[in-house]
């Protein structure tokens, strides 16, 4: 597609619910990465995908947090048993190359765990 | 100490006024460097990169000093429209495949 899309835009659970967040990259990028953006805090680094494999999950905070990327394309993160304290912006970006300036955002998935 | 370290600010000036801020690194071993933009509410988007030897696009200069381990942004006749949060990026070398966002400068033009 044009740009990354990331889905939904909003998203509101109840504690102790599952959630599955969507991210469709731009076509043909290779990298894809998640952040998370809590309130007026910086982005905080979860996941990053060359192609379908993930050689960097250090920034998951939690066994609660998984994440899959299939056909080199689109990638779901999931968030088991939510807690308030997952409450934040989920943001998604893809670049062609690993590393590369490239670096395109999707607008974002706002979760608000209740 | 945190890899990538920024002034939080508000940094609160008059339009047309000249407006400087920095961000300091830890890893005298990062190569790329990156400012982004971030409106509120919205995704952070990329401004320019900072080459070694400085660059300058339009109102907006970025500056590398490797010996001090800082990166510099100057916005020159700053606009209403410059109003935003400006984040600073670090590629870092621990992991590769992670680029390092500071938590961000906000800025705040007014009339």
């Known amino acids: 597609g044009a740009g990354v899309s990331q889905s939904p835009s909003n998203k509101v659970t109840e504690k102790g619910k599952d959630v599955e967040l969507r991210c469709d990259p731009i076509s043909g990028h290779t990298a894809l990465y998640w952040y998370r953006q809590s309130l007026g805090q910086g982005l905080e680094f979860l996941i990053y995908f060359q192609g379908n494999s993930a050689p960097d999950k250090s920034g998951l905070p939690s066994d609660r947090f998984s994440a899959e990327r299939t056909g080199g394309s689109v990638s779901t993160l999931t968030i088991q048993r939510t807690q308030q304290e997952d409450s934040a912006v989920y943001l998604c970006?893809?670049?062609?190359?690993?590393?590369?300036?490239?670096?395109?955002f999707g607008s974002g998935t706002r979760l608000t765990v209740v | 100490r945190k890899e990538v370290e920024q002034d939080p600010g508000p940094f609160n000036v008059p339009e047309g006024a000249t407006v400087a801020f920095n961000c300091t690194y830890s890893n005298s071993a990062s190569q790329s460097f990156f400012w982004y933009r971030q409106d509120c509410r919205k995704e952070p988007k990329l401004l320019m990169s900072v080459y070694s030897s400085g660059n300058e696009d339009g109102r907006f200069t970025a500056q590398l000093n490797r010996a001090s381990q800082y990166i510099s942004l100057l916005i020159r006749d700053s606009k209403l429209s410059d109003s935003a949060t400006y984040l600073c990026?670090?590629?870092?070398?621990?992991?590769?495949?992670?680029?390092?966002f500071g938590s961000g400068t906000r800025l705040s033009i007014r009339p």
């Open positions: 990026v670090v590629n870092s070398v621990s992991s590769a495949s992670k680029i390092i």
């Open positions: 970006a893809s670049s062609l190359v690993q590393g590369a300036v490239g670096y395109t």
